[in-house]
Each structure stands twice: as C-alpha cells, then as structure tokens.
C-alpha cells in the first residue's frame, strides 16, 4: 500500500489501499489465466503422445512409430511456454494468494515432466508395458491439472472464479474421455475386454457425466451452445463401440477395430479441444474486464472523488451492518467530509460483499470436490482399493442410503480420526 504516513490515518489511503490490493489480484490473476491456458495445450498435446505410444505398444511397434518424434516435440514446445510464463510468474513481486500451495503444486507439475525423457526412451524400444506407459503419462497429466484446480481454489474474483471451474471441469472430463480412448484401444487392439476393463470404462463414463455437468453450471453460455452442438452431431458409431466395450469379452469384431476406435475418440478429444480454447477465451476476456473496471475506479478516485482530510478534523468511521447508513457522529468528526466518505466506503463494502456471495457459489462445488477426493484417499489408504474402486464404492454407498456422494465423503471424514491405522502404518 502506498499512502503518506501523515497523522492521524486517512479513511480515504485505506480506500483507495482496498482497491489496489483488488488491482494487485486481478493482475495476478490475468497471469494465472494466462498460465491455465498453457496448461491446457499442454495436457491436449500430452494426450495426444499418450494415445500414439498406446496403439505403437499395443501394436508392437508396427503402427505410429513413425509419429512418436512429433508427437514428442510437441509436447516439448508447449511445456517451454509453460516454463516461461512460470518464470514471469515467480519474479512477480506482488504476493500471490495462496502462493504456498500453488508453488508446491507447481513443484510437482514440473516434477512429474521430468519423467518424459526416460519414458520415451523406454517406449522406442519396447522396454515399457503398455499400462505402465499409460499410467505414466496419466499421473503427469493428474499433476497438471491438480495446478488448475489450484487456480481456481485460490481465485476470489467470483466471475474469474466461475470461468476457471468451468475450464478445470472440462478440462477434467476431456481427460477421462483421453483414458477411455486408451483403454478402448488397448482392448480392441486385443480384441478382447477383461472384466476389471468394463468396470474402468464404466467409471470413466459415470466421472466424464459428472465433470461436464459442472462445467455446464458454470460455463458462459456460448461455450455451452458449442457443447450441445458437438453432443447433437452423429456419433452412432462411437456409442456403438463404446457399448462393445463396456458389455463384450471376447470380440467378434474386424481386426482394424483398434484404430478405427483412436480415429473416432481422437476425432471426439478435438472436438472437445475447440470448446476448451472457447473456455480459455472466456477466461481470458473475464479477467481482462475485471482488471479494467477496478483500474478506472481507482483513477476515478484518485482524480479527486475521495475527499481529502483537513488539518483541523477528520472523520472516524467504524464497519456497521450492510443497510445501516448512518454514520458514527462524535466529538471531532467533520459531517461535510464524513458524509461523502461514508458513501463511497459502504459502496466499496456492499461490492466486495457482493462479490464475497458469488463466490461462495464456486466455492461450494471446490469444496465438495475436495471432500469426495479425501474420502476416496481413505477409501485407498485402509483398504488398499484403486481409485477407481474407491470412487465405485463411495457411489454404491450413497445410491444404498440414498444420500448425496458429498453426504457420504463428508460423514466418512468426519469419522476418520478414530480409524485403525492402515496396515503398514506405525
């Protein structure tokens, strides 16, 4: 805050204090939006390497070896445009909010990618089993988008708030839609699907419902329209195969089955692409908008709008309840000046609080997604289940008591500190 150190203290520093600090956030978060959005292209090109080494291993490297390179430089350029703005990001002077658990999410992003190198190696040599390849490639993409949901938790500017929800759900349930590709390929290059595969597909269809769901509550509505016309085009051959998969063992079907599967689900993945820049953009415009309109107040303000203190008095204001507007009059206090400062102070609160009740909106649905995701982790640290298996079980519990999942993950917490230790742990 920069004010003059005179005494006694301006009402009119501290306001004009209030809103630099929101200019200094809306900054940070036009960084972060901008950081999103090359998250996003890195994870879509990462995606698209981890569907090429999929049909190359599961074909035993008589198909896309030829694209690997490409697919691997891609991902190398998009990850050298996350890295440079990371650098702007942490030369930033101004504090970030919640900038601990954003570095560290940072940290394990750019850990995790520091697996690529052996794993390609690993993979033109058909060193690497085709599920550990996936789950390699799985577990870096995880750790990008824990980065974007780390965005949106920290963001509190509730319209930003909103678009970050709706691109990190998205983006989540394009991932999921990347897996079931995996999975579908491997199984159709096998001709055949396991029971353990069925119950993934399954999952992966029930998580890709639940996560554009979200995204559809907190979209804007063009990015909307663009989704419901992508579900209105014909896909009855990708429900066909997708059925295949989910129901059939053995299969009857061609043997070029496989990649007609990757052609389909990778045409779908694209589609999807289109709609997430669509989601970036609103992100973008979002934040660009915010940032403007609290510049020109603070401009405003300061070309003479806040009333400047005299020597011989000076007003004291004290918060009241949203509704109460009259002023504190005492002994020493100036009414000409504590008029109009009354006004433009309880116009800053009644906006912040405003804003403070949008975003409690978003809040709520980060808020549940974190209660469901720690419920499973104790659903995998005492019983030794997968995620997947975690997240079934959790839903077989809520659909027998007919309660919420949030309703089921939250009395799981609630009990958790008198669990038995999970075996292992001292």
């Given at each position: 805050m920069s004010r003059n150190h005179?005494?006694?203290?301006?009402?009119g520093d501290f306001l004009l204090a209030s809103k630099r600090c929101e200019i200094a956030v809306l900054q940070q978060l036009l960084q972060m939006g901008k950081l999103v959005g090359r998250i996003s292209q890195l994870i879509h090109v990462l995606q698209r390497e981890r569907g090429t080494v999929n049909i190359y291993l599961c074909s035993q490297g008589t198909l896309f070896g030829e694209r690997l390179a490409g697919r691997a430089q891609d991902v190398e350029q998009a990850e050298l445009a996350v890295q440079r703005l990371l650098v702007q990001l942490d030369d930033n002077s101004a504090p970030l909010v919640s900038a601990s658990r954003l570095f560290s999410r940072i940290a394990c992003a750019l850990y995790s990618l520091t697996a690529l190198p052996k794993l390609r190696r690993q993979v033109q040599q058909r060193e690497m089993p085709q599920p550990v390849a996936m789950s390699t490639f799985n577990d870096i993409i995880s750790s990008l988008l824990a980065l974007v949901f780390e965005a949106a938790d920290a963001c509190v500017e509730p319209t930003t708030a909103r678009a970050l929800l709706a691109m990190f759900s998205f983006m989540q349930g394009k991932e999921l839609a990347g897996q079931e590709r995996a999975i579908g390929s491997a199984g159709f290059a096998a001709r055949r699907f396991d029971e353990a595969s069925h119950q993934q597909l399954l999952m992966l269809i029930e998580g890709q419902e639940r996560?554009?769901?979200?995204?559809i509550e907190f979209a804007d509505q063009p990015s909307r329209d663009q989704w419901q016309r992508m579900q209105q085009q014909d896909d009855r051959e990708f429900e066909r195969l997708r059925r295949i998969a989910c129901t059939q063992g053995q299969l009857s079907e061609r043997a070029d089955s496989s990649l007609r599967w990757f052609e389909i689900t990778s045409a779908r993945i694209d589609l999807m692409k289109h709609i997430e820049d669509r989601l970036e953009e609103a992100l973008m415009t979002s934040c660009r908008h915010s940032l403007a309109q609290a510049q020109r107040a603070l401009v405003t303000d300061c070309a003479g709008n806040v009333p400047q203190q005299t020597k011989e008095s000076y007003a004291v204001f004290v918060a009241s309840p949203l509704g109460d507007t009259s002023p504190l009059v005492g002994e020493g206090i100036n009414p000409r000046l504590g008029r109009s400062m009354l006004e433009l102070i309880q116009q800053q609160s009644q906006r912040l609080q405003v804003l403070s009740e949008e975003l409690a909106t978003a809040r709520a649905t980060l808020h549940e997604r974190k209660q469901i995701e720690r419920a499973k982790g104790l659903l995998m640290q005492h019983r030794g289940l997968t995620e997947a298996e975690a997240h079934r079980q959790l839903l077989?519990?809520?659909?027998?008591?007919?309660?919420?999942?949030?309703?089921?993950?939250?009395a799981m917490l609630a009990?958790?500190?008198?669990l038995p230790p999970a075996s292992g742990t001292p």
């Open positions: 005179a005494f006694p203290p301006s009402a996560c554009f769901h979200t995204f077989n519990m809520a659909m027998n008591q007919n309660r919420r999942l949030i309703d089921i993950a939250s009990v958790a500190d008198i």
